[in-house]
């Protein structure tokens, strides 16, 4: 399994980034955020099988994540952002169908990560 990701970059408060996540093959994917000195945070996932999505609270309602299986990427669309969305953000798989990112225990494929910095 090989993952991808890339998009990241600055972009001023209340801004918008896409994040993608490159793959060599269909998987159910989960984004997950880091801040140094501060746990692993997961932020979105979308399952494998049926598409379906979960997000935490934390993002709910201005993160979108999409898939184009055609291209075998999966993108994190990202809107109204804040200081606090600032991390490196990480895309991951592991050996599962329906995802979750309540935890990261399962996930266990990386991608390097992608830095979002946000001004405020």
Excluded at 2 to 22: E, I, K, N, P
Excluded at 105 to 119: A, K, L, P
Aim: hydrophobic letters at 30%; glycine letters at 10%.
């Amino acid at each position: 399994v090989q993952l991808q990701a890339s998009g990241g970059g600055l972009v001023q408060f209340g801004g918008s980034l896409r994040l993608s996540c490159a793959a060599n093959g269909v998987y159910a994917i989960g984004w997950f955020r880091q801040v140094p000195g501060k746990e692993r945070e997961g932020v979105a996932c979308i399952s494998k099988s049926d598409e379906s999505t979960y997000y935490s609270d934390s993002v709910k309602g201005r993160f979108t994540i999409s898939r184009d299986n055609a291209l075998l990427t999966v993108y994190l669309q990202m809107h109204s952002l804040k200081p606090e969305d600032a991390a490196v953000y990480y895309c991951a798989t592991g050996d599962f169908s329906v995802c979750t990112v309540k935890s990261d225990t399962y996930y266990t494929y990386w991608g390097q990560g992608t830095q979002v910095t946000v001004s405020s």
